[in-house]
């Protein structure tokens, strides 16, 4: 027991060393102490240190940290960390720590410990000292509980406190208030408040003065303020609405204060609110009846509640008429179930509101269309109170939806559809968008056109066309651009198309894409090609020829004649440009060929040939012939007038010359026929009166041998004889004569008849000749012709006449035949008479040629001459075939004349 | 040469004085019993007809033997007025022709003369034809009842 003994000794040797001294200080102080050695067992410890643990210190000494708290290892453990801490760093250590002393208490006590060292300088224990504090901490605790307390309630109140002093000014504040005022605690502290910091007002607007400030009005009345209202007005013109209440500090119960503390909420989105639901009642009244919409407030069961003027008016009711009714009523019978489903969603709660479109009718009768809105009103708890129905009249809009819908259909087919090729055209030259039409004229497929531009398929003739027109038309110098211009088609044919180019713009003016459109007028070029070779061919061939082209204007004045024309007929073109073709005298027209012309030309009617004899400047004149064709423009109004002219001077001439030489001939042949029939009529007249002496010869010759026969002489009597048979030949020639004359003077005109009837009448008038010689008369079937009946009977009759009178020595057999040569009939009479020797075939048919002596066969020789004049009158022609000794055949033509129908 | 009858009264319109020698020695062979009357134009046989000037107490012919070539007034002309005549389109007129041609130029006239004779050169049948002309007469005419 050294260390107790050392106390022991520290205490006897209280006065007689210092060390002593400082034992029984450190006995007597009210302070625990104790001493501990590098082990942890307690060396010694003071009278403080027993009452403080209760614990004698004589039985602790020797023990160790953890049997002074043997219920409380935590403790301990807690003080052999710190040891072991200030042995790790020998020095001072002090700590706080709550431990368990005496009655098993516990108290709050601030351990100080401190090392020692032995005399080697070696750290040997340590010695603490304990200072009961829970007193201190008892005190303290409560008012810190206390304060903090009411710090918890200044700081996290919602109100914003301020507290003043007896000047008035900001001593404290809290983290509401600095939010509220939205300034600083520190600036507000040291100030007269919120109200000397920032412009403020009171509730009615007015600004807020000094002596206005609640904490001066709570000052100068002695009566705190409650739910006072000032407002701080913010930049921008906004108010933070403030609620104020306001209160003394004083010292107890006395009756002064010494301070002033003041409280207040933020009452602006309440205010608002209150404003807000104000504006709103009232706006909403007015827009509920202003409103552009009509509104409607609609019952559970679908009848008006509420209707403002639009939908009275939109509706064609009165609000008298309308609340009441049902939405059924007016609504149009196509569309009644329109609104019902969206409607019992809304009422349901799963959509909050609905929209959609539906027809009313109105009350006079008409359909209007509406875009409806329903939203459902609800009671506090949700349940559906009525509908709130807005309707716009889109009547005007649905029409011209539809009218848009057609428009666009009808953009979208029309260039889909259209004859021309139409494209978009980007700014960057591809093609955007293209119809059908233009891939057929272009023979691409869509799918290859767009993305290309024009320019890969343009012909390398024609590619800057378009592009040198561009920035005109950006422009806006021109509005469009139109040309004819060559593409080469996937097949690398060529199109030619006409091509026009619009740019589209937007709002603002900035182009956006070209529109253009594409014609093939390949086969308008290629005709122009045509008509220009033909117009060029046509240019030759009227320089090469005799003719030239002209013009007329539409009132027919001249507007254009080549130069041919003057080439040609020397006259002088001047004189008949701008003239009308009347203008000028033509030797050969009369006025009313003028008028016939004119008329001809008013009409618009081609001419031909019109020929003019034009006075020429050197006296003679010129003939023209013109013909012209109306020309028309292809809206088919008339233009005018174009054709060719012809010199025909020389032609003009020949003809004159010709027909000279035709009247020439004509009058000569008239004199022929005059001269004819003046022979006819000569010899017809002669053989005439020839017969009237004849007979007096005759008569009296006989008449004088009938009374006076006895007393003549034998040759008296033959030279009478003589006289007598003279006559009577002389008579048979006349009248042969006669007969042969009036063949050609007296016939009759030709008609249809069967040649069997002229041979029959031949031979009824030969009937006695024919029984005489005992003759056969045959004939085929003969044809119809037309004929002069009378002359062929003659024919006939003088033929077999002659066949009977030249009889052979056997039985005379005539036969008649006809054989068809197409156009005409070649009639035979063929017979076995004596026959005619060839060299007399001819001369057998001229007048008074005979071939026997009167004494062999009698006849006067002007037979066969009439036979063939009759034959030639009837056109035909006359010949014989004969063997002499055998027989003979007449052979005469008749053409076939058309039967008159 | 009676026999029993009066003579027939024929007036002859012949220019030709051999031909109205002819006629008369014809009628006079042939025997007919006969007043012959000779106008020598178609003016005096009118004038005959109508018993104007020197013929006021002619008579009225039975047969009129009328020439077609004639002065002054032709024998078509006189055939024309006699068949237009009430009082005389009865008379039996007897055209003498020269020609077969004549005739036919006649007939186109249409003027229904009762008779055609051609004029024959011989003597005997000349005195044939007025003999004919008699027998005509004296069988087939009957003589409308004079009107005076």
């Known amino acids: 027991m050294p260390k107790v003994k050392q106390v022991e000794r520290a205490r006897r040797e209280e006065t007689a060393t210092p060390l002593d001294a400082a034992f029984k200080l450190v006995d007597s102080l009210p302070v625990p102490v104790f001493f501990k050695s590098r082990d942890g067992r307690y060396l010694g410890v003071n009278r403080a240190w027993e009452e403080f643990f209760g614990i004698a210190g004589s039985s602790f000494i020797g023990k160790q940290v953890a049997d002074l708290y043997p219920s409380d290892p935590a403790i301990a453990e807690k003080h052999a960390a710190m040891d072991s801490a200030l042995y790790e760093k020998p020095g001072r250590q002090s700590y706080e720590i709550t431990v368990r002393a005496r009655a098993g208490r516990l108290y709050d006590t601030i351990y100080y410990k401190s090392t020692y060292a032995d005399s080697s300088g070696e750290v040997a224990g340590l010695i603490g000292a304990i200072v009961d504090i829970t007193a201190r901490t008892s005190a303290e605790a409560a008012l810190r509980e206390n304060e903090e307390r009411w710090r918890t309630i200044f700081n996290s109140a919602n109100e914003g406190i301020l507290v003043y002093d007896r000047e008035l000014n900001v001593v404290a504040g809290n983290q509401a208030a600095e939010r509220i005022i939205g300034v600083p605690l520190p600036e507000i502290i040291g100030a007269a408040g919120f109200t000397s910091l920032l412009p403020c007002v009171h509730a009615d607007g007015r600004p807020v003065h000094t002596d206005d400030r609640p904490t001066r009005i709570t000052a100068r009345t002695g009566k705190p303020l409650s739910g006072h209202v000032v407002g701080i007005k913010r930049a921008g013109g906004a108010h933070t609405w403030l609620s104020v209440n306001t209160g003394f500090l004083r010292h107890g119960e006395s009756s002064d204060w010494y301070g002033v503390i003041s409280s207040f909420t933020d009452i602006t989105a309440q205010r608002n609110a209150e404003n807000a639901v104000r504006e709103s009642e009232e706006r909403y009244r007015r827009t509920f009846e202003l409103a552009g919409s009509g509104l409607a407030h609609v019952s559970l069961d679908g009848h008006f509640l509420r209707v403002n003027r639009r939908l009275c008016e939109f509706l064609g009711y009165s609000e008298g008429e309308l609340v009441g009714m049902t939405v059924r009523e007016i609504s149009h019978p196509d569309d009644l179930s329109v609104a019902e489903t969206p409607r019992n969603k809304v009422a349901a709660g799963e959509i909050d509101s609905v929209r959609f479109e539906k027809r009313y009718l109105r009350k006079d009768g008409a359909t209007v269309w509406a875009s409806v809105a329903i939203a459902m009103e609800r009671d506090a708890n949700g349940r559906p109170l009525y509908a709130i129905s807005v309707l716009d009249d889109i009547t005007a809009r649905k029409e011209t939806d539809a009218a848009m819908r057609e428009s666009e259909e009808r953009y979208r087919r029309t260039f889909e559809l259209a004859g021309s090729g139409v494209a978009h055209i980007g700014l960057d030259r591809k093609f955007i968008r293209v119809n059908r039409r233009l891939c057929e004229i272009l023979g691409y497929p869509e799918s290859e056109l767009i993305g290309m531009t024009g320019r890969e398929i343009s012909h390398p003739g024609d590619l800057d066309i378009i592009n040198d027109q561009r920035p005109s038309l950006y422009a806006g110098e021109i509005e469009h651009v139109r040309v004819e211009k060559r593409y080469v088609r996937r097949d690398y044919s060529i199109v030619w198309v006409a091509f026009s180019m619009v740019v589209e713009r937007d709002a603002a003016g900035q182009p956006i894409y070209e529109i253009a459109i594409f014609d093939d007028i390949t086969e308008r070029k290629e005709a122009e090609a045509a008509l220009a070779e033909s117009e060029e061919r046509f240019r030759s061939l009227t320089q090469l020829s005799s003719d030239w082209y002209w013009e007329q204007d539409e009132q027919f004045g001249l507007k254009f004649m080549s130069r041919r024309m003057s080439e040609r007929t020397g006259l002088d073109p001047s004189a008949y440009i701008g003239r009308k073709r009347w203008d000028q005298p033509a030797l050969n027209l009369t006025d009313e060929d003028w008028a016939r012309h004119r008329a001809q030309l008013e009409r618009h009617e081609p001419f031909r040939d019109f020929e003019m004899e034009r006075p020429n400047t050197d006296g003679g004149t010129r003939w023209i012939c013109v013909s012209g064709e109306p020309i028309f423009d292809g809206s088919g109004r008339f233009r005018g007038y174009r054709g060719v002219g012809q010199d025909i001077t020389a032609r003009k001439q020949a003809e004159a010359d010709l027909r000279r030489a035709h009247d020439e001939l004509a009058k000569k042949a008239d004199e022929l026929q005059r001269s004819n029939a003046e022979l006819e009529q000569f010899a017809y007249v002669a053989s005439h009166d020839l017969q009237e002496p004849l007979r007096m010869v005759s008569s009296y010759t006989q008449l004088l041998g009938k009374r006076y026969g006895d007393k003549l002489t034998g040759d008296a009597q033959e030279f009478m004889h003589y006289v007598v048979d003279g006559a009577a030949r002389m008579k048979q020639l006349i009248e042969d004569l006669l007969a042969y004359s009036r063949v050609g003077t007296k016939g009759k005109e030709f008609k249809p008849a069967s040649i069997e009837a002229p041979l029959r009448k031949a031979i009824t008038n030969l009937r006695a000749s024919i029984e005489e010689a005992s003759a056969a008369v045959t004939w085929d079937p003969l044809p119809t012709e037309s004929i002069d009946e009378v002359q062929l009977a003659q024919l006939f009759q003088n033929l077999i006449g002659n066949a009977l009178k030249f009889r052979g020595p056997g039985v005379p057999r005539i036969h008649v035949s006809a054989v068809d040569q197409n156009d005409h009939w070649e009639l035979s009479i063929a017979d076995n008479g004596i026959g005619i020797e060839p060299q007399y075939f001819e001369r057998i048919f001229m007048l008074f040629q005979r071939l026997h002596t009167m004494g062999e066969y009698p006849g006067t020789g002007i037979g066969l001459a009439i036979c063939k004049k009759v034959v030639e009158r009837h056109g035909g022609k006359i010949w014989v075939a004969s063997t002499l000794g055998e027989g003979s055949q007449f052979h005469f033509t008749l053409p076939k004349r058309e039967t008159p129908s | ?148």
Not at chain 2, 61 to 86: A, T
Not at chain 2, 90 to 97: A, F, G, K, N
Not at chain 2, 118 to 125: F, N, W
């Open chain 2, 1 to 148: 040469m009676t026999d029993g009858r009066s003579p027939i009264e024929i007036l002859l319109v012949e220019d030709n004085p051999g031909d109205e020698r002819l006629t008369r020695e014809a009628l006079k062979e042939g025997k007919v019993y006969n007043n012959l009357h000779w106008a020598k134009d178609g003016v005096e046989a009118m004038e005959f007809l109508n018993q104007r000037g020197k013929y006021k107490d002619a008579p009225r012919p039975d047969i009129i033997l009328l020439d077609l070539n004639l002065p002054k007034k032709d024998g078509r002309e006189v055939l024309q007025e006699i068949k237009s005549d009430d009082k005389l389109k009865r008379i039996p007129v007897v055209v003498l022709t020269t020609s077969k041609a004549e005739e036919d130029v006649l007939r186109t006239y249409n003027l229904h003369a009762n008779c055609y004779v051609t004029k024959p050169v011989d003597l005997e049948k000349f005195i044939v034809v007025v003999r004919s002309i008699d027998i005509f007469w004296l069988t087939v005419v009957t003589l409308p009842p004079n009107g005076h």
